[in-house]
Structures are given as C-alpha cells and as structure tokens.
C-alpha cells in the first residue's frame, strides 16, 4: 500500500496557503456601501495581521493586498468562484520568498546564491523596497490572467543592459580554401591560417 502522508501534507499546506490569501482578499469583511478607501484601509488592516507581512512597510503590504484582492474579485465576477487553491498557494509562496530573500539575514548557497545575494542588497535599499512591493503587487494579478498556469519566477532586481555581438573572420589574404575579403562564420568550412587579427567595434559602443 502507498504512503499518502507526503500527499496530505502537501494539501494541507495548499490549503493552509491559499486560505491566507482569501482572508485579506475574497473575505476581507468589506461591502458596497464602503467607499474606496474605506474598502482599502478594510484589506490592508485584514492582510497586515498575516504572519508573511510581519515586518513589511505598510505601505508595501496596502499596495499588495489591495492588487491581489481587485484581482482575485475580477477573477470571481469572472468565473463565478474563488480562484483554484493552488495557485493561490504558489503565489502566496512565491510572494513569502521575496520577503525572505531580501532579508540581510538570508542564507543562499548553490549556483545563484551571488545572484539572490545582489538582490537582496539592491532590495534593501529605499527604491529597492517599493519595488519589491510591486513586484509582489504583480504576483497573484499575473498568475490569474496567465493563459496557462506556467509562470515565471519573480526576481526584484534591477534591469541589466548587454550588447551581444557576432564574431565573425574575414580572410585578410588568400591561403588554403578561402579567398581574401571572403567571409567566414560558424557554417563555413574550409582550410586556413592567419596569424594576426582585428576587431571592428562600433564608434557608438561604451
């Protein structure tokens, strides 16, 4: 007979999940006679006493729960049900290590851990925080409105900008099977030698 623990255990932390998310989302104790702001204060109140939020800006934690509870209501006008639980569970995960890596005191080890640890430095500064809050803010709202439930991983750092080039010999004398000013790349084939050599690089090029 199978071991099902593993299998439990595993829905009982979806569930566990996902059933945070509804408490500042879907069962935020709001209704239509609230005003806007007072629906907001309402879900920001009800999500800052999640444990995950501990410790977070507060206006880190309004920006989230008020992202995720106007999707997840969408998402419901929508469908005529509360998303699936396990996706509310991988965003609330997902969401939970953001936090966690961006923390000074966060352990990293593996191939990426220079990575996550250049993240987390650039998190913690006072840019780095709001858009860590927005990064989080995006979660739950992308993976509702994805067309499958394939997702990218979310990582807060800021944009790196590389120019890509591509090498190619040009055949300064004749010898062997190539003739001079003819062009070689990675699908010619051929016999030669050349001892020296020049890079043309863009006057624009920093």
């Known amino acids: ?115 996550l640890e250049s993240v987390s430095s650039d998190m913690r500064t006072s840019e780095g925080v709001m858009r860590q809050a927005i990064f989080m803010a995006m979660i739950l709202p992308s993976a509702l409105g994805a067309a499958t439930s394939d997702m990218c991983t979310f990582m807060p750092a800021t944009r790196d900008e590389s120019d890509f080039y591509e090498v190619y010999n040009i055949a300064g004398v004749k010898m062997g099977s190539f003739e001079r000013g003819e062009q070689m790349d990675h699908l010619s084939a051929g016999v030669f030698s050349q001892m020296g050599r020049i890079f043309m690089l863009k006057d624009d090029v920093d």
């Open 1 to 115: 007979m199978s071991d099902t623990k593993a299998f439990h255990e595993r829905q009982r932390d979806v569930n566990c999940r996902a059933g945070r998310v509804l408490a500042f989302t879907s069962n935020a104790p709001i209704n239509a006679a609230m005003s806007v702001e007072q629906q907001a204060e309402t879900i920001f109140q009800t999500a800052a006493q999640d444990p995950m939020f501990e410790g977070v800006d507060p206006k880190a934690v309004r920006q989230i729960a008020t992202a995720w509870a106007a999707s997840v209501a969408d998402y419901r006008r929508i469908n005529g049900c509360n998303p699936p639980a396990d996706l509310l569970a991988n965003a609330q995960n997902a969401c939970e290590n953001l936090i966690l890596e961006s923390a000074p005191s966060a352990k990293r080890s593996g191939d990426g851990s220079a990575m």
